[in-house]
Structure formats: C-alpha cells, structure tokens
C-alpha cells in the first residue's frame, strides 16, 4: 500500500504507519476537541460564500500605449482613455438591482452576519437553496425580456464601435488603415475566427496592418459574447457552505452561535 507521510497532517490508521514519530487521531486529544466543535457547528449552519459573476461586461482602451508609430496618429493632446461597459448605465443598474436582490435574502432572521460571510441557520438550508435556484430563472427570465436579441446585438456594436470610432478620430493621413463605415456582428465574427484560430493577442498585432483598428478590437472584445444566448451562458451564480479549519476549534467550545461569532472575531 502506498503511504504518503505529512507531518502537518495526523494518520488515521497508525498501526499501518511505518514512522513512529507521525502524530494520529487516537494520539491527539485536541483532534477530538476540534472535531466536536466542528460538527457542533455543522449542527447550527454552514458560512455561505456566494459569487456571482458573468453579468457586467467591458473593456478598457489606451491608444497611447500600444506602441503606435507616431506618424500614423493626429498630433495634438493624448487620446482619452476609454473604459466601456456593454450596457448602458440604467440597464447596469437594473442588472445591479437582481443581484443585491440575492444577497438580500440574508438577514438577521436567518443569519448571523460575520467578516466571514454570512452564517446561514441550519434550518434555512433548504428554504436558500429553493430561492437560489428561482432567483438563478427570475434572472435569466428578465434578461431576456430585458434586452432581447436584438436589443443586446445593438449593445455589443455600440460598445465595439466606440472603440474603433477613437481609432478613426486619432488616425493620420498617414496611417495605412482601412475602415468600415458600417460595422456588424459577421464582420466581428469573421475576424475573431481569422485570429483566434491562430492564437491572437495584442502583441502580434501590426500598426502597419490595414486592419489593424478592427483586429485591435475584436481582441478587445474577445470576452463579450457576440450573441445573447451566449452571454446568458456565462452568468455564474454558485453559493456553496465552508466552515472553520479544525485548527481554530482546538481550545475552545462551541454550544451556541454566540460562540461561533466569539470565535469569528477572534480569528
């Protein structure tokens, strides 16, 4: 049988341990001390960690640092740099609104709030778990009656052509780029295709490229999906339970949730 021996881990067979010198479970009074505690704990309720992530889309753009010859840029003051967001800021907003709407569920009644996170009571397990997973559909339901296909196409081009519209504002005479006066969705497809099926990145990216502004762009971008059945797929919202390391549950005595947040604000 193949044995690993860590010194900062306890053997739970010692008779099978081929070093005398490991520490075990049967020899460790503390171990039976934390691990009390530890499922006094699990009894009263579980910390919560909740992430949310997927909703808010953007990109940033600095034209004065992506090494750009001179002579291919109007001179006059450094260009504004840009920071984007795929929606407008009333549609943030409402986006923003679902997701406290979520954290909102924890409260004094079912929770005991620490720098932890929120402990949620034993007894509500199943009530969050119910609402997690309406919220997860409210959200998807409204995005969708929200924005629509078409709605979210027009966000992503108007987000896109920001950017490259600040390429055509900065571009002299000199420069050798070409653009288009109409951009849309296959356009941005085909070249993401045309890149990425080569591994793109900013850094293999020529200024004397004539599409350089539409390529800089589309690798800008790479992370907004084009379309919104794809955006919808990338919203994560994912809640699991964590507790106390045993280590921390050795010295003392966990009975009540008065304990727990002694305990909490100790650590």
């Not at 990109?59 to 840009?82: A, C």
Request: a negative charge; glycine letters at 4%.
């Amino acid at each position: 049988m193949f044995e690993i021996n860590d010194p900062l881990q306890v053997t739970m067979f010692p008779e099978l341990a081929t070093s005398t010198s490991l520490p075990s479970i049967t020899t460790q009074p503390e171990f039976d001390q934390a691990l009390s505690n530890q499922i006094r704990i699990c009894d009263l309720g579980a910390f919560v960690q909740l992430n949310i992530s997927g909703i808010e889309k953007g990109y940033s753009l600095n034209i004065n640092e992506l090494g750009i010859p001179i002579d291919f840029l109007r001179l006059g003051d450094p260009f504004p740099v840009l920071n984007i967001h795929l929606f407008p800021q009333d549609v943030r907003r409402q986006l923003q609104n679902l997701v406290y709407g979520i954290k909102a569920y924890f409260n004094s009644d079912n929770s005991l709030s620490t720098a932890f996170g929120p402990f949620l009571y034993r007894h509500y397990f199943r009530e969050w778990n119910t609402f997690l997973e309406n919220e997860k559909e409210l959200l998807q339901r409204t995005i969708k009656k929200m924005l629509g296909k078409r709605t979210y196409s027009r966000y992503f081009l108007d987000q896109f052509s920001q950017g490259y519209n600040l390429f055509k504002q900065a571009a002299d005479i000199t420069a050798p780029w070409k653009f288009s006066d109409h951009l849309t969705l296959s356009i941005i497809q085909e070249q993401r295709s045309e890149l990425f099926s080569g591994n793109g990145a900013l850094a293999d990216l020529a200024p004397t490229d004539i599409h350089y502004p539409l390529k800089i762009m589309t690798v800008k971008t790479q992370h907004i999906p084009l379309k919104m059945v794809a955006y919808l797929k990338q919203i994560q919202i994912i809640a699991f339970f964590k507790t106390i390391h045993l280590e921390h549950l050795i010295d003392i005595t966990i009975e009540s949730v008065d304990d727990i947040k002694l305990l909490i604000e100790k650590m």
